[in-house]
């Protein structure tokens, strides 16, 4: 008889240490999926502005694009000197079609298209 307690508390313990890795295993996956999923929702890129003189002379880039979704918002307007050598889009809609249009305004011009394109993130 004593024997068999033994092989039935044997039983046990194999079944409990069986369960708990795999029981850290769902834990692992669940983790895994949603950092993945985190990083999976948007996509960054610049926007390269090469001869931006980035002087407090009044002018202005405003940048368009469609569909809507990302930042900074659609028809924002920002001055050059805040711009440097490129603009930072991001929070796309990854595997989306965007088109851009890129508008100049100074002193004398006013929406001047200077810039258009395609993308898909």
């Not at 044997?10 to 692992?28: D, E, F, N, Y």
């Not at 002087?55 to 990302?70: I, K, Q």
């Amino acid at each position: 008889m004593l024997y068999q307690l033994s092989k039935a508390t044997t039983r046990i313990r194999l079944k409990r240490q069986k369960a708990v890795p795999q029981h850290c295993w769902l834990w692992s996956l669940a983790l895994l999926a949603a950092f993945t999923l985190k990083d999976v929702r948007c996509a960054d890129l610049a926007i390269s502005i090469p001869n931006n003189p980035g002087l407090d002379d009044g002018a202005s880039y405003r940048l368009d694009y469609r569909p809507p979704f990302g930042y900074p918002e659609p028809n924002t307007t920002i001055a050059s000197r805040d711009i440097g050598d490129e603009i930072q889009f991001s929070r796309a809609l990854p595997g989306t079609k965007y088109n851009f249009w890129l508008y100049y305004t100074n002193f004398t011009h006013h929406d001047w298209l200077t810039w258009t394109v395609t993308i898909t993130t």
